[in-house]
C-alpha cells in the first residue's frame, strides 16, 4: 500500500511540470500584453521598454520558464502585477475560499448523489426512481449561473433569507454561522452538476454490483436485503468514488461562475479577474495552485480506492 | 405420509395417457416409497416467467424426492429447465417469477412459506453451492469474513469469537492446507479449486438439510474437478445432507450420482439408479444424449449430434416435446404428449414408445 502510494506521488511530479509548461506557454501565446494593461494607452515607448525589461518579459519564453521554475521552486511564485503583492498569499487565501466553497458543494453533492443513485438503483421502475433520474437529469442540464441567479431572485433578493453574495458579513459577527449562511445558495448551485453526475454513477454502479452473481450467492445464504444491498454498494463504491474525486477536483479549481455571480472571493474570481488583467504570475500561481489541488484529490482518491478494493493495492 | 404416493405426483401434466395411470410415479426413489421420509419432495413443480408480455415456461411439472445422504442428478442440455428447478427450490427468482405445486422440506411447504421465514431455510436448512466460485465470493471481502457472516446470520454460533473458530474449522474441514491464511485471504488471493473448497465450506456451514449444487465444477479444472467431487462425496457422508446435483456433465453425473434424472424441455424424461440409466438409457433423447459424448480411445467414427434445436421454452410444440427431433417418433408422438411411466423396478421413462412395451 505504501510503495503504491509513493509510486502515485512519484507520478504527481511529472505532471505538474507538464501543467506548468503549458499553462506557461499557453499564456504567452494568447494575445494580451501586461506591459499595455499596466501602462495603458498613454504610456511611451521608452516606458513601455523599461517595464518589459522590469518584468522580465524581454527574455525568450523558455528562459523566462525556467526562471520560474526556480523561484516555484524556492516557493517564490512572482509578483503580482496589477496589485504589486506577492502572489502566492493572494492566490492561497483566495484558494483557501473556494476550499470552504467545494468541500460544502462536494459534501451536498456526494451525499446527495448516493441518495439519489442508490433510490434510483433500488426502486426501479417506480416514482421514487423517476423522481430521482429527472432531479439528477435536471441537475445535470442546468447551466450553474442560471441556477444561481434564480437562487437570488427566489430566495435572496425576493425574501431575504439568504445573502445575495460574497463569503462574510462585512459589519457585524462573521462566525461560523454567518458563513453558513453565505454558503448555502453558491454551495447549491456549484453542487448541482456533481450531484447529478454522481447520482447517475451510483445508480449504474449499483445496478450493475446488484447484478453480479455474487449477490445471488449472498440471497441464497439467506443473507437480508438490505445487507445485500450494502455489499453492492461497498461494490459499486470504488467505481463512484473516481467520479466523485474528479468532481471535487473540478470544484476546488475554482467554480468561476458560480464565483462571479456570488461573488465570491475565490480562485476562480481570482483567476477571472488576473486574466481580464493580463496579471502573468497570478494566472500561473492560480492555475498552479489548483492543478496542484487536482493532483492531491487524485492520490487521496487513489488512496481511498486501495483501502476500498484489494484486488488494485499492488 | 405412509404408503400412499400424494395425488398431485403421480401423474405430471394433464395427459390422456392411459399407461401413465401407473400408481406410483414416484417409484423412481430407488426404495419402496414411503419407507424413509424424504428430505425434500418436489411435486408437480410448475415455474413460468413472465416479463414483458412474454411467458415463459421453464419448468414444467417436475416431481423429484431427495432423499439425506444420496445424490440426485438433474442432467440436461442448457435450457432444459434444471438449474431453474434448483433455484426454483430455494424461490431465488424475483417477482416475475410464478411458482405452482409444491416443495416440501420435511413436510414444510416452501412454496406457501411467508418471505422471512424462506429467509431463515435459506443457507441454514438448504444451501447452494453455485456454478463459479469466483463469482459467487463478494471480491471486497475477505473469506473468513464471507463465511462468520452466514455463521452469524443463522445464529448458529453464540458469538463472533466463536463464528470465527467455527470458520476456520470448516475451512479446514473441507481440505484447506492452511485454514489461517485463506480465512484472511480476499477472494482473488486464492486459486479456482480454493475459492471453491471456500465457497462450500460456506455452503456447509450450517449443516444444512439440503445441499443444491448447480454444476459445482463446471468452471474447473478436470483435475480439480476431480478433487472437488472427491470432497463432495465425503462431505454428503458425513453431513448426511440430501443433495440435488445439477449438471449438463454425464461424467461427473456417471460419477457421483445416485440416481439421475434427465431432464428435457422443463420436464423429467428419464428417471433411475445413475448407473442404469447412463448405462442402459431407455428414453430416446438419453441414448441421443449420451451418443452426442466423445469417449476418449474409442474410435466410433462421427459423433453423432442431436438434430434440430431444444425448443424454446416460451414455444413447446403440441404432443412430446422432443417429438420433432426423435428418429423414433410417430403420430402419437405429434398429437400427446408422454408422461412418466414405470419401465422396469425404480425405472420411470416419458415415451410413447414405452407405453407400448409396457402394456404389451
Not at chain 1, 181 to 195: D, F, K, Q, R
Not at chain 2, 74 to 88: C, I, P, R, W, Y
Not at chain 2, 99 to 110: I, P, Q, W
Not at chain 2, 238 to 251: F, I, N, P, Q, Y
Request: aromatic share 6%; with cysteine; hydrophobic share 45%.
Amino acid at each position: 500500500m505504501i510503495r503504491f502510494l509513493l509510486r502515485r506521488i512519484g507520478l504527481a511530479v511529472p505532471t505538474l511540470l507538464g501543467v506548468s509548461i503549458v499553462i506557461f506557454v499557453t499564456i504567452r501565446i494568447v494575445p494580451g500584453d501586461p506591459v499595455a494593461s499596466l501602462l495603458g494607452p498613454t504610456g511611451s515607448a521608452e516606458a513601455r521598454e523599461r517595464l518589459t525589461k522590469d518584468l522580465g518579459l524581454d527574455a525568450p519564453i523558455p528562459v523566462q520558464y525556467v526562471k520560474w521554475l526556480g523561484n516555484v521552486v524556492q516557493g517564490d511564485l512572482g509578483r503580482s502585477i496589477a496589485k504589486q503583492t506577492d502572489a502566492l498569499p493572494y492566490v492561497w487565501e483566495a484558494f483557501r475560499n473556494t476550499l470552504t466553497l467545494s468541500i460544502f458543494a462536494a459534501l451536498v453533492a456526494i451525499l446527495g448523489g448516493i441518495a439519489l443513485g442508490v433510490l434510483a438503483a433500488t426502486r426501479r421502475g417506480r416514482v421514487a426512481s423517476g423522481f430521482s433520474t429527472a432531479v439528477s437529469l435536471f441537475s445535470i442540464s442546468a447551466p450553474q449561473y442560471s441556477v444561481g441567479l434564480i437562487l437570488i431572485v427566489y430566495l435572496s433578493a425576493g425574501r431575504g433569507w439568504f445573502p445575495s453574495g460574497g463569503m462574510r458579513n462585512p459589519t457585524g459577527d462573521s462566525g461560523f454561522g454567518d458563513l453558513l449562511n453565505h454558503l448555502w445558495l453558491p454551495g447549491i448551485s456549484a453542487a448541482l452538476v456533481p450531484l447529478g453526475i454522481i447520482a447517475r454513477m451510483v445508480r449504474s454502479s449499483m445496478l450493475d454490483a446488484l447484478s453480479a452473481d455474487f449477490v445471488e450467492s449472498l440471497r441464497a445464504r439467506g443473507i437480508p436485503e438490505w445487507k445485500v444491498r450494502w455489499h453492492a454498494f461497498h461494490n459499486a463504491l470504488p467505481s463512484v468514488l473516481t467520479i466523485a474525486g474528479l468532481q471535487v477536483g473540478y470544484l476546488l479549481g475554482g467554480v468561476i461562475f458560480v464565483e462571479i455571480v456570488f461573488s465570491w472571493p475565490g480562485l476562480g474570481l481570482v483567476v477571472f479577474q488576473s486574466i481580464s488583467q493580463r496579471d502573468l504570475p497570478v494566472i500561473q500561481a492560480g492555475v498552479l495552485v489548483s492543478a496542484l489541488a487536482f493532483v492531491v484529490i487524485n492520490l487521496i482518491v487513489d488512496a481511498l480506492h486501495g483501502l476500498m478494493d484489494p484486488r488494485i493495492r499492488r | 405420509m405412509e404408503t400412499a404416493t400424494p395425488a398431485t405426483s403421480s401423474v405430471v401434466a394433464a395427459s390422456s395417457s392411459p399407461a401413465a395411470a401407473s400408481p406410483d410415479g414416484r417409484d423412481g426413489t430407488g426404495q419402496p416409497t414411503g419407507a424413509v421420509q424424504p428430505t425434500l419432495r418436489i411435486s408437480d413443480l410448475h415455474t413460468v416467467f413472465r416479463s414483458r408480455g412474454l411467458t415463459v415456461a421453464a419448468v414444467r411439472g417436475v416431481d423429484l424426492d431427495l432423499h439425506p445422504g444420496e445424490i440426485t442428478v438433474l442432467l440436461g442440455e442448457s435450457g432444459s429447465g434444471k438449474s431453474v428447478t434448483a433455484k426454483s427450490v430455494m424461490r431465488l427468482y424475483g417477482a416475475n417469477a410464478s411458482f405452482s405445486g409444491a416443495v416440501e422440506l420435511e413436510g414444510r411447504d416452501l412454496l406457501s412459506l411467508p418471505p422471512k421465514e424462506m429467509l431463515a431455510v435459506r443457507g441454514a436448512e438448504i444451501a447452494m453451492v453455485p456454478q463459479d466460485p469466483t463469482a459467487a465470493l463478494d471480491p471486497l471481502r475477505r473469506i473468513g469474513a464471507q463465511l462468520v457472516e452466514v455463521l452469524r446470520q443463522h445464529k448458529v454460533v453464540p458469538n463472533k469469537a466463536a463464528a470465527q473458530a467455527r470458520a476456520l474449522e470448516l475451512l479446514d474441514q473441507v481440505g484447506i492446507p492452511d485454514p489461517k491464511r485463506v480465512y484472511r485471504s480476499f477472494p482473488h488471493e486464492l486459486s479456482g479449486g480454493m475459492r471453491q473448497r471456500a465457497v462450500i465450506a460456506i455452503a456447509v456451514s450450517c449443516d444444512p438439510k439440503v445441499l443444491i449444487a448447480d454444476e459445482p465444477t463446471t468452471a474447473l479444472d478436470v483435475t480439480v474437478q476431480a478433487q472437488i467431487l472427491d470432497l463432495f462425496q465425503r462431505l454428503i457422508a458425513e453431513l448426511h445432507s440430501a443433495v440435488l446435483l445439477v449438471t449438463h456433465d454425464v461424467g461427473v453425473a456417471e460419477e457421483v450420482g445416485d440416481r439421475v434424472g434427465v431432464m428435457y424441455a422443463g420436464r423429467i424424461v428419464e428417471f433411475g439408479p445413475a448407473a442404469e440409466v447412463l448405462n442402459t438409457p431407455r428414453h430416446p433423447y438419453t441414448r441421443a444424449l449420451l451418443d452426442s459424448i466423445p469417449t476418449p480411445g474409442v474410435e466410433r467414427g462421427r459423433l453423432r449430434s442431436i438434430v434440430g434445436q431444444p425448443p424454446v421454452s416460451g414455444e413447446i410444440p403440441a404432443g412430446c416435446a422432443f417429438g420433432l427431433r426423435c428418429p423414433h417418433a410417430f403420430a402419437r408422438c405429434r398429437s400427446v404428449d408422454a408422461t412418466l411411466i414405470s419401465v422396469g423396478e425404480r425405472r420411470q421413462a416419458a415415451c410413447h414408445l414405452l407405453e407400448e412395451e409396457v402394456s404389451a
